[in-house]
T-cell receptor, first 113, second 114 residues
Framework: NAGVTQTPKFRILKIGQSMTLQCTQD?????MYWYRQDPGMGLKLIYY???????DKGEVPNGYNVSRSTTEDFPLRLELAAPSQTSVYFC????????????FGPGTRLTVL | DQQVKQNSPSLSVQEGRISILNCDYT??????FLWYKKYPAEGPTFLIS?????DKNEDGRFTVFLNKSAKHLSLHIVPSQPGDSAVYFC?????????????FGKGTKLSVIP
């Protein structure tokens, strides 16, 4: 049982490039989330999903897209990378409405130059 | 506008003493509060939570107190241990949203000195 896994761990992008951050969970959780954490700040919600085929915007969705075709996977897509997207990205999953079961992955550190 | 505030960026405590981390919130809709612990290069891990219908919840060395009228909660760690050195995030949620999304504070870095 690996929990929540994220790839890659680190990535450097040039302005305007695109990439997909991968997130997979093996706990059969319906709810999944993407957060970003800027230096010295708390985590901010980008997108979330309450089940396969259902996604919705969080607090800071601009510049990102998501899809949820399976229960296990919740990839985050950056289409045109900008320096403002330099951050650490965390994926999380949760059992239904039990917020204290929100498990986080180890994060992806992204730098846009 | 920050809905969850942790006004102390850092805190240093001697091993064996009490650590008190504070958190304030502004949104009256929040009905569930959590503390997360985060080590460098790792994701946050759940520590302890409290529902708005309670004013205290205890789990071993960790106790969370909630003062709804003041919109304030605190995490007490007794006794503090060097392994408790980490960044602690306060988070809040409201069940009416349906998404159970969390709103986080900026975190407090706790250093426990041996």
């Amino acid at each position: 049982n690996a929990g929540v896994t994220q790839t890659p761990k680190f990535r450097i992008l040039k302005i305007g490039q695109s990439m997909t951050l991968q997130c997979t969970q093996d706990m059969n959780h319906n709810y999944m989330y993407w957060y970003r954490q800027d230096p010295g700040m708390g985590l901010k919600l980008i997108y979330y999903s309450v089940g396969a085929g259902i996604t919705d915007k969080g607090e800071v969705p601009n510049g990102y897209n998501v899809s949820r075709s399976t229960t296990e996977d919740f990839p985050l897509r950056l289409e045109l990378a900008a320096p403002s997207q330099t951050s650490v990205y965390f994926c999380a999953s949760q059992v239904g409405g039990a917020v204290d079961t929100q498990y986080f992955g180890p994060g992806t550190r992204l730098t846009v130059l | 506008d920050q809905q969850v505030k942790q006004n102390s960026p850092s805190l240093s405590v001697q091993e064996g003493r009490i650590s008190i981390l504070n958190c304030d919130y502004t949104n009256s809709m929040f009905d569930y509060f959590l503390w997360y612990k985060k080590y460098p290069a790792e994701g946050p891990t759940f520590l302890i939570s409290i529902s708005s219908i309670k004013d205290k919840n205890e789990d071993g060395r960790f106790t969370v107190f909630l003062n709804k009228s003041a919109k304030h909660l605190s995490l007490h760690i007794v006794p503090s241990q060097p392994g408790d050195s980490a960044v602690y995030f306060c988070a809040a949620s409201y069940s009416g949203a349906g998404s159970y999304q969390l709103t986080f504070g900026k975190g407090t870095k706790l250093s426990v000195i041996p």
